[in-house]
Nanobody, 124 residues
Framework: QVQLVESGGGLVQAGGSLRLSCAASGRTFSAYAMGWFRQAPGKEREFVAAISWNGGNINYADSVKGRFTISRDNTKSTTYLQMNTLKPEDTAVYYC?????????????????WGQGTQVTVSS
């Protein structure tokens, strides 16, 4: 069992930045690939970014490429999502997720554990 707790969400103006953190506990963090997803009101949960167990493989949704950066610190059992040049369409609840295994994946159904989410609101 893995417990995930996100933090760092908030209200920011368009063009601004936020850094989300996801602290994991319960199992060996390096045994899991990690991902970030988001869900806007009335929409399905969508993939944002994913990182393999050692950071050697990273994937991004096209909508965030060049603006968002995913990273992880296995010594702190934490994964991060640095979000720059935020847009109003980035407004959503952001979820951290963990999947058993080393490889990063983009499908929501391939993740085994989820955090409670953190709200990100970007005003225009």
């Amino acid at each position: 069992q893995v417990q995930l707790v996100e933090s760092g969400g908030g209200l920011v103006q368009a063009g601004g930045s936020l850094r989300l953190s996801c602290a994991a506990s319960g199992r060996t963090f390096s045994a899991y690939a990690m991902g970030w997803f988001r869900q806007a009101p009335g929409k399905e949960r969508e993939f944002v970014a994913a990182i393999s167990w050692n950071g050697g493989n990273i994937n991004y949704a096209d909508s965030v490429k060049g603006r968002f950066t995913i990273s992880r610190d296995n010594t702190k059992s934490t994964t991060y999502l640095q979000m720059n040049t935020l847009k109003p369409e980035d407004t959503a609840v952001y979820y951290c997720a963990a999947r058993r295994g080393s490889a990063s994946r983009t499908n929501v159904y391939e993740y085994d554990y989820w955090g409670q989410g953190t709200q990100v609101t970007v005003s225009s």
